[in-house]
């Protein structure tokens, strides 16, 4: 089945696998005359290329973003914009000895009973290379969302036990550090932890938190297509996330609803919340006020030491992951996160021109 | 926009509100041939019936189905199967005070802010009683899934702060007590739990858990219509749910990769897996093992007690809510929680039957 | 497969069969503040009831329309609008003699193939009394287009043989005759075409045409979404219709360039045409002229005449159809085509609005 | 919106302009393990590459395709297969003189009054060239229906006023002459015709016919997803059509029910049609006999001779089309045709095959 598209009035389709001759995006049903370059979503793929840190995989890929469509004197010309990124450094000779067998974690096993088959090279479609195509299409989302004064920020929440205190939250420091965490006493404790995992060739996972801010009150639909079920859709498509929560999340699930509900009162004449339990969304629908959606990474799958599995021909083994992996997914999901919550929050937004008669007869001038 | 459909082969359409004429559900796209008739559906939307326990509101409705299409001869035929059920004890009048206000942690004002103006009638469509037409629907996907060898079963994990332990796990028991816990000790204690809260005019929260049984290996699609993703945004749309795992969820964040992965293994000479950290899915795609979904619950966020709010003309006021509420949500989600799960399910099934060419083969008879 | 549904941000779900308990849509994505009362609706089911001439079937159904759900105080909500309409008139003994035999030129034989049995009585889903949830939907759309400017007109062009002259085109007239021509004189011409066909128990054909005034330019997606493709799509899912042509249509297809190419010039400040070949759709968007497109509805295919067929055992028989039918289906498939046409063009224009950064600004007052 | 995307299950995302960096699909959902190179997409590229004619613009492209994706070791993988098609030879410089005027019949005029301004160079989006995707994405369709035994055909029926003698048909013949008809004789005409066009400075337009043999009884959804509807949409959608037709068309609309029924009777022990006015398609699901549509291409647009029109400013003005154009389409959207048809009835199939509770227990193996 179709499954590698994404929104409905701003639609991404994504392609490619790990080892193929690249990835990229169609963008379609973006505006017409938002000024978009290659730069600007350069500037996105940057922040998830490989080999920035020790804690990343050490395969090189430029992971350079050609525009091939869509674009016409630095605006969109409303027509798809199309996204190529080609794969430069795929050695397929590191993976040769795993396409028997089913890495414990991994997708090998379920991508042969569903397929029969699978393109074994470094994962194929299931490979954290798959993003690259989400990524470059956030970009153009999130520079749509800026041309209308809406902002989406995410950071590591935590890293293994290592949380973030929010207290010190430090937007500069997500960039500074290598486990974008907004809280440098917090990132200086999860390299430790990293460091640890990494000794005992093991592997951790983490939290990302996504803020959106300047989102105006009204977006999302009331019953399927809630803002906070298609958020948390989009990050639960993210490989490896394994949970989402909207505002205080399962903590609210033990909370009373005295001390959960948000009281509104009139600030500068407008309907305001004294708190944020609910996480900017009410019944699915934005009040206006931030945002916040986490989502929980598994470990990185990928780990040096020898494990129990399978072979395709059905006998036991052992499993021994050479090729070259990240000790933690977290740091290069970060922009992933951004970018799926960018694309969908703006898919919303644009579906939303159409909920009243009065924003109706505005847009088209009746 | 139209955001009251749901799913793609198999598809839910619902309508309705709390104290309009009725509310209901087209389930369009049932594979033709299915046993079908009105109890099946009853005896679904009975278990979300109100009035059942003390802890559920006071609202006295019949809730009965009405199969009005896509029904012949006890089978269904292929079409639409519409399904109406009337509302009967509206009472309207219960509510006509908070007509100008905004109750806090409701859908009131976003649902003002988005159209412009609300059916401010126990809640319109933001209501639980929105969730009619989704247990209608699901009780179909049920059925079907039934036929295939699927079963999905959901109960209360958690009442406020009080969990059931899974070692002490009874099937039975879900359906004895008014909680819905599987663990008969653990619902003694939420029973006094929520005494307890609604003596204080105060509301409880709580985690729902859903398992699958039986789902084939191969079932989700490998990038944004992940198994994962497609129930967690099913989950994440039903009224009052802040957050949703699959398998360990949050708790894999914090463990690491020896830990978390599942060994396979070769039993009775089929792949299968020592462990279910992942819950059931692997890339997005079912592994053949119990799939595993919680959903975290809010407390319900109509209380007794007066609550500081504004007014639609942007005063600050106190809200005061009558009506007839539940104290907690949870033990009537249960349901609704299955429902959902069930149909999403369904739907994947089936769009997984053209992944391969030897299974279209075996379809078509060519 | 789910079928059953037309649209995209403002979408009709229409379900019932000829010989259940009634018929209906679900109408979601209406904008929320339209003025919408069943009249509205009622209007439209009038005018494609059966009863109201000669050339329709005896069956008396009174087709009232019930909005269950999406309208308060008078107007929309922006939630789901569903509506209801009761089948009381169904006699299903009429057809039990064709329970076991596929008549020629109906869906008997393909739905047994498609679905392995059938809801035999008067057609099931595949009788033309499934055009009422199409109708009462249109209903909402003409409102919703009325309220912008634009109005959707249809008429018959031809009744078997016979051809309107559009340069005796009278609005009035097309209501005043029971063929639904513009012109009285081919009106009486097809009257008597029709009675000579009934006396020879033989059924005829027809062409019906829908003119769009007061469509902006701008409207329809220029690739698969095409204005007329969408149109002609609408206007091809109902049953009995064989073709569609804009404009010219396949007289194009006989003419050169320079006669039909369209030439611009200015009138009143703004671009116009001297002439509308075209059918007021250029590359598939519309261009601010009359959307003009027609439909070749086939002749009724059930016929006193006894006509050789098979069974469902696969034997060769005689058909001979006693029940009620139509001699011609033109007439109340006028209102049909008007009803497909007005939601299919308010569906696209709601798509439209997303189309240009500075309309998007508009609408959001950004 | 997002209307670059053809299709459900088997879903194409097509991209590119005339004058850009290049033009490509992605085709998402086919079943893996289909036989898949580039030679199967070359081959029905070539047959839409300008050059080959003095019929067709003399623009030189090699139109290569390059596969980047969801083809493993000769198979399909089930993922998405993206398709790229560099452009090598767009002279821009002949299109600078059109970019403030709007040529009569082509989309200038309604892209500017849509999106607020256009990629002028060739028609950007609005070329000819944009087919590319579609017949790079049929190919794949043609080649999995080929596989399921089902084979697609189309050519010329009429160029101008020369009509094929259908009594004549030569499969053969339409790749022979430069007007793809399967009539030597007409053919012959029909250059003859086009060269007076020529020599005029006009252009003419035609009728492609496309015949679906070997389909399955049973594909297309009986109420909105009618086959011949979706065909029809899919026809309706390529640039320059302006009219379809299913078997008999508008002739039907002109016939009897006596005339145009089409009689079943046992052949071979199972039902078939002594005739096939119907075109293969009852009540929008084939029956098994061939399926006929035929599609009216209105003459190319651009001639040579001057014509009136009006500039982006406003004012009149006469335009004169250099560039390189066909002096006729349809030769060259034969294949084009071809391709919309197998793309269509291909998604339809494998929608078809969640129709019975019966095949969906086949499809897998419960």
Redesign the interface.
């Known amino acids: ?11 991404m ?5 790990s080892h ?5 995006a ?1 963008v ?2 973006c ?4 000024p978009l370059c290659e730069e600007d979503i350069q500037r996105y793929l940057d922040r998830r290329r490989p080999g920035q840190s020790r804690y990343t995989t050490k395969r090189q890929e430029a992971d350079r973003a ?5 674009v ?2 630095g ?1 969109t ?6 996204i ?1 990124v080609r794969n430069t450094d795929q050695r397929s000779r590191d993976y040769s000895e795993i396409m028997n067998l ?1 890495r ?4 090998d ?3 042969d ?7 074994y ?1 470094g994962g ?3 490979s954290g290379r ?1 993003t690259i195509g989400r990524v470059a299409a956030g970009a153009v989302a999130a520079k ?1 969302l800026q ?3 809406v902002e989406v920020i995410a950071y590591a929440r ?1 890293i ?2 290592v949380e973030a205190d929010m207290g010190r939250f430090d937007r500069e420091e997500i960039g500074r550090n290598p486990v974008c965490m907004p809280d440098a006493e917090a990132a200086a404790k999860a390299e430790a932890y990293l460091q640890e ?1 990494m000794e ?8 990302v938190e996504c803020v959106i801010r300047g989102l ?11 803002l ?3 958020l ?3 990050l ?2 993210i ?1 490896a ?10 903590a ?15 600030k500068d ?3 305001a919340k ?1 708190t944020n339990h ?2 900017g ?8 006020s931030d945002v916040v959606i986490r989502a ?8 040096a ?1 020898p ?4 072979t395709r021909q ?3 083994t052992e499993a021994v992951i050479r090729g070259r992996h990240d000790p933690i997914i977290v740091p290069r999901a970060v922009v992933v996160v951004e970018a799926m919550a960018a694309f969908t929050a703006a898919d919303l ?18």
Chains 1, 2, 3, 4 share one sequence.
């Not at 193929?20 to 990229?24: F, T």
């Not at 414990?104 to 997708?107: F, I, L, M």
């Not at 005992?200 to 939290?207: E, H, K, L």
């Not at 996330?241 to 399962?250: A, L, N, P, Y």
């Open positions: 089945m179709a499954g590698s598209s994404w929104g409905t009035l701003l639609r389709t994504t392609w490619g696998e193929g001759s690249g990835l990229g169609v379609d049903g505006p017409a005359g938002l050609e525009i091939l469509s869509g016409f004197e605006k010309t409303g027509t798809p914009i199309s190529l089913y414990p974690g991994h997708a096993y379920t991508f009973q569903k397929y029969g088959f699978r393109d090279r194929g479609r299931s798959e749509l041309e209308l004064g935590s293994g036990p995992q005992r060739q093991d592997s951790a996972g983490g939290v105006p009150a009204g977006v999302g639909e009331p019953v399927f297509e809630k906070d079920a298609c948390g859709h989009a639960l498509s490989g996330v394994k949970g989402v929560e909207i505002g205080d999340g399962f609210a699930a033990a909370s009373t609803g005295s001390v959960n509900n948000d009281m509104f009162y009139i004449g407008h309907g004294r609910a996480g969304i009410l019944g699915g629908i934005s009040d206006g929980a990474f598994k470990p990185t799958p990928s780990i030491r494990q129990r599995t399978i059905g006998e036991e937004l644009l579906q939303g021109l159409s909920s009243r008669l009065d924003s109706v007869r505005r847009a088209l001038g009746r």
